[in-house]
Nanobody
Framework: VQLQAFGGGLVQAGGSLSISCAAS????????TGWFRQAPGKEREFVAG????????YYSDDVKGRFTISRDKGANMVYLQMNNLKPEDTAVYYC??????????????????WGQGTEVTVSS
């Protein structure tokens, strides 16, 4: 599976932005797709995730209520709608796929495939 994230850009605080991740190759119902982000000088952290088969979603406390993850199974796409953006949301955002979800969606090591990242900058 190859992943390509796109749609990042510059947005003012309080604004919205939607980023996307296109997947080539089969994603199975047992898979889990996640969005992570990495700010300068910080560790890559989990942001949001979705179980490919059921559509069940998970969010970090930092983004809950502001971000929405969704997927289009037919198009092999994953989306992250980001609302009420804050300067601390500034980071490179990565999409990732865990082929066989075991419940540990927070762990980077669980993911088998990663996209190249798309940069989101939120100005104050």
């Amino acid at each position: 599976v190859q992943l390509q994230a796109f749609g990042g850009g510059l947005v003012q605080a309080g604004g919205s932005l939607s980023i996307s991740c296109a997947a080539s190759g089969r994603i199975y119902s047992s898979s889990f797709t996640g969005w992570f982000r990495q700010a300068p000088g910080k560790e890559r952290e989990f942001v949001a995730g979705i179980r490919w088969g059921t559509g069940l979603t998970y969010y970090s406390d930092d983004v809950k209520g502001r971000f929405t993850i969704s997927r289009d199974k037919g198009a092999n796409m994953v989306y992250l709608q980001m609302n009420n953006l804050k300067p601390e949301d500034t980071a490179v955002y990565y999409c990732a796929v865990d082929r066989n979800y075991s419940g540990s969606y927070l762990l980077r090591s669980e993911y088998d495939y990663w996209g190249q990242g798309t940069e989101v900058t939120v100005s104050s």
